[in-house]
């Protein structure tokens, strides 16, 4: 079963850090996709975080993210990681990895598979 399991979420506060994974399953090579990290906190829409594509592993970032945010790649282990640096409390959300082959990385509509989300929650 083709299926991305993400983990690392939990609760810290304004201006701690946390380390997301995303790891794929036997039946999806990570590295032959891009991987999109998304977040939706509640009552709004799910918002596109941050991006690593495929081949050249070149990346993206929401403007909200860029400085603190560095998404990455282990291909060993067929995992991305998404580190987060500085966290703030508008951070919180559920946080969700997703791989495909996107024209417009921050699209949800642009990716095939997703995980199941995990949660960050920055509070004091």
């Known amino acids: 079963q083709v299926q991305l399991v993400e983990s690392g979420g939990g609760l810290v506060q304004p201006g701690d850090s946390l380390r997301l994974s995303c790891v794929g399953s036997?039946?999806?090579?990570?590295?032959?996709?891009?991987i999109g990290w998304f977040r939706q906190a509640p009552g709004k829409g799910r918002e596109g975080v941050s991006f690593?594509?495929?081949?050249?592993?070149?990346?993206k970032y929401a403007n909200s993210v860029k400085g603190r945010f560095t998404v990455s790649r282990d291909n060993a282990k067929n995992t991305v990681y998404l580190q987060m640096d500085s966290l703030r409390p508008e951070d919180t959300a559920v946080y969700y990895c997703?791989?495909?082959?996107?024209?417009?990385?921050?699209?949800?509509?642009?990716?095939?598979?997703w995980g199941q989300g995990t949660q960050v929650t920055v509070s004091s």
């Open positions: 690593i594509h495929p081949s050249d592993e070149s990346t």
């Open positions: 036997s039946e999806i090579t990570l590295a032959y996709y891009g």
């Open positions: 997703a791989a495909g082959h996107p024209t417009m990385w921050a699209i949800m509509q642009e990716y095939d598979t």
